[in-house]
């Protein structure tokens, strides 16, 4: 049997991926191969280009100009490594006679692969970011034929025009049956797997998550919101126009993983640059409410997400999401509101009412517990102004001659 090319895998996988379309999911591929790939690459250069314009067309949505890059070598074992952990949970998986002990030996191949290098180079994480964006939309549809004598079942794959020919006489009914992320990619063989890729593009874990995706790491990701523009595109894609329960889901999975940042020994500037953003948010909930006929009225979104009735089917995360100013507003009051509200009377007017009512639903007791855990990672407490602590060095005074 040939060998694929590299050409071929780009085809019928790399570029559906990115693009979307039907993925093709082969046998595994081995690390061999994957060196084969990569030596391929330069005569793939018509494949090559397809992809990165794909890639272009995603991140021209995010960034004004997105920067100019070329498929890489860590990118091809990152989708070879997603492609490995598919062919997993492959309805055909069990027909290829695949072993437990050769499960295990694709799984270890595909954590080899993903285990790439993580990067802050801006140019390389939107690369990588554009490849894997829709890794958490992925889904199969799986089709069940029944007719009058039987019935038949095809697991992402089209039933043969035979089986679905003259509906009406041999009555004919096709049931649709659509397998997301939390059976694809969160079932133990493949979450080691994916987890290990998610943590190499953080910037698609703040832009996309969904509810089985492994939880974000901050400290991978915080050097994300240090850039203006990304920082922004992420805090306007967390925060649709949708119902409030919708509105709050991505705001309050970044709160939760705060959370968690927060039991670790993370460095203070870190803490202090997610608190600032997580406050964005808030006060991006308070924009979106300007044009309600009563300026002083409670928030239709906190009253609906933050109900006590609500209470146990609340996100996690949600609550450190909204009492977050308040507590930062006791550890130092200059990240509790972002700068410029004051400035706006509406806007301020709209920040004093979520404030309020965020008070009183959630309490104070549980403001001033989110405040003790600041005040840990806090070590010098309130910051200085820069002005107040840089002095010109004094020159030094020769000794006069004896």
Request: charged share 25%.
């Given at each position: 049997?040939?060998?694929?090319?590299?050409?071929?895998?780009?085809?019928?996988?790399?570029?559906?991926?990115?693009?979307?379309?039907?993925?093709?999911?082969?046998?595994?591929?081995?690390?061999?191969?994957?060196?084969?790939?990569?030596?391929?690459?330069?005569?793939?250069?018509?494949?090559t280009?397809?992809?990165?314009?794909?890639?272009?067309?995603?991140?021209?949505?995010?960034?004004?100009?997105?920067?100019?890059?070329?498929?890489?070598?860590?990118?091809?074992?990152?989708?070879?490594?997603?492609?490995?952990?598919?062919?997993?949970?492959?309805?055909?998986?069990?027909?290829?006679?695949v072993?437990?002990r050769?499960?295990?030996?694709?799984?270890?191949?595909?954590?080899?692969?993903?285990?790439?290098?993580?990067?802050?180079?801006?140019?390389r994480?939107?690369?990588?970011h554009?490849?894997?964006?829709?890794?958490?939309?992925?889904?199969?549809?799986?089709?069940?034929?029944?007719?009058?004598?039987?019935?038949?079942?095809?697991?992402?794959?089209?039933?043969p025009?035979?089986?679905?020919?003259?509906?009406?006489?041999?009555?004919?009914?096709?049931?649709?049956?659509?397998?997301?992320?939390?059976?694809?990619?969160?079932?133990?063989?493949?979450?080691?797997?994916?987890?290990?890729?998610?943590?190499?593009?953080?910037?698609?874990?703040?832009?996309?998550?969904?509810?089985?995706?492994?939880?974000?790491?901050?400290?991978?990701?915080?050097?994300?919101?240090?850039?203006?523009?990304?920082?922004?595109?992420?805090?306007?894609?967390?925060?649709?126009?949708?119902?409030?329960?919708?509105?709050?889901?991505?705001?309050?999975?970044?709160?939760?993983?705060?959370?968690?940042?927060?039991?670790?020994?993370p460095?203070?500037?870190?803490?202090?640059?997610?608190?600032?953003?997580?406050?964005?948010?808030?006060?991006?909930?308070?924009?979106?409410?300007?044009?309600?006929?009563?300026?002083?009225?409670?928030?239709?979104l906190?009253?609906?997400?933050?109900?006590?009735?609500?209470?146990?089917?609340?996100?996690?995360?949600?609550?450190?999401?909204?009492?977050?100013?308040?507590?930062?507003?006791?550890?130092?009051?200059?990240?509790?509101?972002?700068?410029?509200?004051?400035?706006?009377?509406?806007?301020?007017?709209?920040?004093?009412?979520h404030?309020?009512?965020?008070?009183?639903?959630?309490?104070?007791?549980?403001?001033?517990?989110?405040?003790?855990?600041?005040?840990?990672?806090?070590?010098?407490?309130?910051?200085?102004?820069?002005?107040?602590?840089?002095?010109?060095?004094?020159?030094?005074?020769?000794?006069?001659?004896?």
């Amino acid at each position: 049997m040939a060998k694929l090319h590299v050409k071929d895998f780009l085809t019928n996988f790399v570029k559906p991926l990115v693009a979307g379309g039907e993925l093709h999911v082969g046998a595994p591929i081995p690390l061999p191969e994957l060196d084969r790939w990569d030596r391929e690459l330069n005569d793939a250069s018509v494949e090559t280009v397809d992809v990165d314009e794909a890639r272009v067309a995603v991140l021209s949505t995010l960034v004004c100009r997105p920067p100019a890059f070329l498929l890489e070598a860590d990118e091809l074992a990152l989708a070879a490594g997603l492609h490995n952990a598919l062919f997993l949970v492959h309805p055909r998986a069990d027909q290829w006679s695949v072993s437990d002990r050769q499960r295990r030996k694709i799984i270890d191949t595909s954590l080899a692969m993903v285990s790439q290098p993580l990067t802050r180079n801006r140019t390389r994480v939107m690369a990588r970011h554009a490849l894997l964006h829709k890794l958490m939309f992925l889904t199969r549809r799986d089709i069940t034929v029944s007719w009058w004598t039987g019935r038949a079942r095809f697991q992402g794959q089209r039933p043969p025009s035979r089986l679905t020919a003259w509906k009406g006489m041999r009555r004919v009914r096709e049931d649709v049956t659509v397998v997301d992320f939390d059976e694809l990619l969160a079932v133990p063989d493949t979450a080691p797997v994916i987890a290990t890729l998610l943590r190499r593009t953080p910037l698609t874990q703040l832009l996309d998550a969904h509810p089985g995706a492994p939880p974000l790491h901050w400290e991978d990701a915080v050097f994300l919101l240090r850039d203006a523009e990304l920082a922004r595109a992420i805090a306007y894609r967390l925060v649709p126009d949708a119902a409030p329960h919708h509105q709050v889901t991505g705001p309050a999975r970044l709160a939760a993983a705060y959370e968690q940042m927060l039991e670790r020994a993370p460095d203070e500037g870190d803490v202090r640059a997610v608190g600032a953003f997580l406050v964005h948010l808030n006060a991006l909930f308070c924009l979106a409410e300007l044009n309600l006929r009563e300026p002083g009225a409670k928030s239709p979104l906190i009253s609906t997400v933050l109900a006590a009735e609500a209470a146990g089917q609340r996100p996690r995360g949600l609550a450190t999401l909204f009492a977050l100013p308040g507590a930062l507003a006791i550890v130092d009051p200059r990240l509790a509101m972002p700068p410029g509200i004051a400035e706006l009377p509406a806007l301020a007017q709209r920040w004093k009412v979520h404030r309020s009512q965020t008070s009183e639903l959630l309490g104070e007791a549980v403001i001033e517990a989110l405040a003790a855990r600041l005040r840990r990672h806090f070590r010098s407490g309130v910051m200085r102004d820069p002005s107040e602590v840089v002095q010109l060095p004094i020159a030094a005074v020769p000794d006069a001659p004896g």
